[in-house]
């Protein structure tokens, strides 16, 4: 397996300066975190050896399981597992087996199901992967009314998941999630307690949508106790959770480390987030699997150095501070440095070191694209600086629209994956990373789901500070309307987004492999920013991160 170094900072002389009577630094919750990684052992190295010992015979195991389901003439049975080892989260393992098993399901044109679950299942999977699945094929179930009725509840929430994936105009599927939405929350409350949780998972997020590890961890307790499960599959699913977590744990540790360091240099401690563990999640969000350890390490640390500038221009240095500092990345020098505030130089010099330095270990690994990762930093800066202007100048865009030109770029989606492709390696072509920046239709979609949830849910926090307008006061002035019928507004536009996003993965204009890292991304924005600012407010995750760093499955 590739391993990467940590990045260090390296010390720098400042001289101590008054701070300016603007710098208003906003009061953020402290990391729950600390040096817990530097310990922390979920398991002993001859647990974790039996554990991958188990694990290579659990796997060819399986894989004989799925060759078996997909040489059958049961649909249902291929479907059932394919979408069992996808929520169990080890699909990863067998790309190759799953990609031919949906290829001949696609091809057989006469193997279309008469049974409204197995439609579903089969339309849900289908779409998932690329394949283009015309949304009448739900008509022939349609009562004399036009409602789609079903009295078996697992069918209704199999029918309710394959309805998200939905893309502009589709009126079936519009009209199948309001009818099965309703029907679901009138009689979830009255289910059986496995079907009861996977319906109340399903309200608060549709399957599609969710993040990959967190329904790992919550499907494989929902599994386990359905009297059809495989145990064969059950064990490997609850094997390679574990060997994946103490690998995250491994990853950490070398982050802390730097992290620590880059903290005490940097000298930011009195203004930024200290949520590196946080941004560690959100880049799992988007590469889980055990193969991208130095894609996540590396990412970690760039977005970490981002949210950094995102505070620093937020909510505590001037305009006149942010543009030299701005000039000085966009220069790149060291000897800049000297131009900068002084309480920024520190900042600025580690900067350019942990970048500097993730560039030559990429040139190591034979990466052409390693010149770029700079370029993502001066961005990220350019666009929290154009947020400042705006800011200073108490300007409220006439529309979404308009504000969504600035804001959604800042967002850092489209930086995010540009990085995420270069971090691939040779499965991301120069001309896929240059697409990134075209900002074509997906990319546009995620960076608004982003923006708009975190807007959503920091609104009242943002304001308070006085920062610039957010969409919410956008929409407001552009409609006329109170700031909750803003909200519900922005709220369609994020539908619309995951349209967009559903009708990109069908058109296909970079190849899956890549624009599923990009859903993965729209999956962890929709998550973190789903009931609160989980990245802010971190505490209101942390039992979810504490069940994919810290806990093991029994």
Same mark, same amino acid.
């Given at each position: 397996?590739?391993?990467?170094?940590?990045?260090?900072?390296?010390?720098?002389?400042?001289? =101590?300066?008054?701070?300016?009577?603007? $710098?208003?630094? #906003?009061?953020?919750?402290?990391?729950?975190?600390?040096?817990?990684?530097?310990?922390?052992?979920?398991?002993?190295?001859?647990?974790?050896?039996?554990?991958?010992? @188990?694990?290579? &015979?659990?796997?060819?195991? /399986?894989?004989?399981?799925?060759?078996?389901?997909?040489?059958? =003439?049961?649909?249902?049975?291929?479907?059932?597992?394919?979408?069992?080892?996808?929520?169990?989260?080890?699909?990863?393992?067998?790309?190759?087996? %799953?990609?031919?098993?949906?290829?001949?399901?696609?091809?057989?044109?006469?193997?279309?199901?008469?049974?409204?679950?197995?439609?579903?299942?089969?339309?849900?999977?289908?779409?998932? $992967?690329?394949?283009?699945?015309?949304?009448?094929?739900?008509?022939?179930?349609?009562?004399?009314?036009?409602?789609?009725?079903?009295?078996?509840?697992?069918?209704?929430?199999?029918?309710?998941?394959?309805?998200?994936?939905? /893309?502009?105009?589709?009126?079936?599927?519009?009209? %199948?999630? +309001?009818?099965?939405?309703?029907?679901?929350?009138?009689?979830?409350?009255?289910?059986?307690?496995?079907?009861?949780?996977?319906?109340?998972?399903?309200?608060?997020?549709?399957?599609?949508?969710?993040?990959?590890?967190?329904?790992?961890?919550?499907? %494989?307790?929902?599994?386990? @106790?359905?009297?059809?499960?495989?145990?064969?599959?059950?064990?490997?699913?609850?094997?390679?959770?574990?060997?994946?977590?103490?690998?995250?744990?491994?990853?950490?540790?070398?982050?802390?480390?730097?992290?620590?360091?880059?903290?005490?240099?940097?000298?930011?401690?009195?203004?930024?987030?200290?949520?590196?563990?946080?941004?560690?999640?959100?880049?799992?969000?988007?590469?889980?699997?055990?193969?991208?350890?130095?894609?996540?390490?590396?990412?970690?640390?760039?977005?970490?150095? /981002?949210?950094?500038?995102?505070?620093?221009?937020?909510?505590?240095?001037?305009?006149?501070?942010?543009?030299?500092?701005?000039?000085?990345?966009? #220069?790149?020098?060291?000897? /800049?440095?000297?131009?900068?505030?002084?309480?920024? #130089?520190?900042?600025?010099?580690?900067?350019?070191?942990?970048?500097?330095?993730?560039?030559?270990?990429?040139?190591?690994?034979?990466?052409?694209?390693?010149?770029?990762?700079?370029?993502?930093?001066?961005?990220?800066?350019?666009?929290? $600086?154009?947020?400042?202007?705006?800011?200073?100048?108490?300007?409220?865009?006439?529309?979404?629209?308009?504000?969504?030109?600035?804001? &959604?770029? =800042?967002?850092?989606?489209? $930086?995010?994956?540009?990085?995420?492709?270069?971090?691939?390696?040779?499965? &991301? +072509?120069?001309?896929?990373?240059?697409?990134?920046?075209?900002?074509?239709?997906?990319?546009?979609?995620?960076?608004? %789901?982003?923006?708009?949830?975190?807007?959503?849910?920091?609104?009242?926090?943002?304001?308070?500070?006085?920062?610039?307008?957010?969409?919410?006061?956008?929409?407001?002035?552009?409609?006329?309307?109170?700031?909750?019928?803003?909200?519900?507004?922005?709220?369609?536009?994020?539908?619309?987004?995951?349209?967009?996003?559903?009708?990109?993965?069908?058109?296909?204009?970079?190849?899956? +492999?890549?624009?599923?890292?990009?859903?993965?991304?729209? #999956?962890?924005?929709?998550?973190?920013?789903?009931?609160?600012?989980?990245?802010?407010?971190?505490?209101?995750?942390?039992?979810?991160?504490?069940?994919?760093?810290?806990?093991?499955?029994?």
């Amino acid at each position: 397996m590739a391993t990467t170094t940590t990045h260090g900072p390296i010390a720098l002389a400042s001289q =101590s300066t008054k701070q300016d009577v603007q $710098h208003n630094p #906003r009061p953020y919750t402290p990391s729950p975190w600390g040096d817990f990684f530097l310990t922390h052992q979920p398991c002993t190295p001859a647990e974790l050896l039996s554990m991958k010992e @188990k694990a290579q &015979a659990r796997k060819e195991e /399986v894989r004989r399981i799925l060759l078996d389901a997909a040489a059958s =003439s049961d649909l249902a049975r291929k479907l059932e597992l394919v979408d069992a080892l996808q929520r169990l989260g080890v699909d990863y393992h067998y790309k190759k087996e %799953i990609d031919e098993l949906l290829r001949a399901v696609y091809d057989d044109k006469d193997g279309a199901s008469d049974d409204l679950y197995v439609t579903s299942l089969r339309f849900y999977l289908l779409r998932k $992967h690329g394949y283009t699945v015309c949304s009448d094929i739900f008509l022939k179930f349609r009562d004399n009314e036009g409602y789609i009725v079903s009295n078996d509840a697992r069918c209704l929430l199999r029918l309710y998941d394959a309805a998200y994936l939905r /893309v502009n105009g589709e009126e079936i599927l519009d009209n %199948i999630i +309001t009818f099965t939405k309703s029907l679901l929350q009138s009689i979830v409350e009255y289910l059986e307690p496995d079907l009861k949780e996977e319906v109340k998972f399903a309200l608060k997020t549709p399957l599609f949508r969710r993040l990959k590890r967190v329904e790992a961890r919550q499907y %494989i307790s929902i599994y386990e @106790k359905k009297t059809t499960h495989n145990d064969v599959v059950l064990e490997f699913a609850k094997l390679d959770f574990n060997i994946i977590l103490t690998l995250y744990c491994e990853e950490l540790k070398d982050l802390t480390l730097w992290w620590k360091e880059f903290q005490t240099q940097a000298n930011i401690s009195s203004y930024a987030r200290d949520r590196m563990v946080e941004m560690h999640f959100w880049m799992l969000g988007v590469f889980f699997e055990p193969q991208y350890s130095c894609s996540r390490k590396m990412l970690t640390q760039l977005f970490t150095m /981002v949210s950094i500038l995102d505070d620093l221009y937020d909510n505590y240095c001037t305009t006149e501070e942010g543009s030299v500092f701005l000039a000085a990345l966009q #220069r790149w020098d060291e000897e /800049v440095a000297e131009q900068c505030p002084a309480y920024l #130089r520190t900042l600025y010099i580690n900067i350019l070191t942990t970048v500097e330095a993730m560039e030559e270990e990429l040139k190591l690994q034979k990466n052409k694209h390693a010149k770029l990762v700079k370029r993502l930093v001066i961005d990220m800066a350019k666009c929290y $600086h154009a947020e400042v202007e705006w800011r200073d100048k108490k300007y409220v865009p006439a529309t979404v629209e308009e504000h969504l030109k600035v804001s &959604a770029r =800042s967002s850092g989606c489209m $930086h995010l994956t540009s990085q995420g492709f270069i971090s691939m390696g040779d499965l &991301a +072509t120069t001309e896929a990373i240059e697409w990134v920046y075209t900002y074509p239709k997906i990319i546009r979609a995620v960076c608004i %789901i982003a923006r708009l949830a975190n807007d959503i849910m920091s609104y009242k926090r943002e304001q308070e500070s006085k920062n610039m307008v957010s969409t919410v006061q956008a929409c407001a002035k552009e409609y006329g309307v109170t700031i909750e019928q803003a909200t519900e507004k922005l709220r369609e536009l994020i539908e619309e987004a995951w349209m967009d996003i559903t009708e990109e993965c069908l058109r296909q204009p970079q190849p899956l +492999t890549l624009l599923d890292r990009v859903v993965n991304l729209a #999956r962890t924005m929709d998550f973190l920013y789903k009931d609160v600012d989980g990245y802010t407010e971190s505490y209101t995750i942390k039992d979810t991160l504490d069940s994919q760093y810290v806990d093991l499955i029994y």
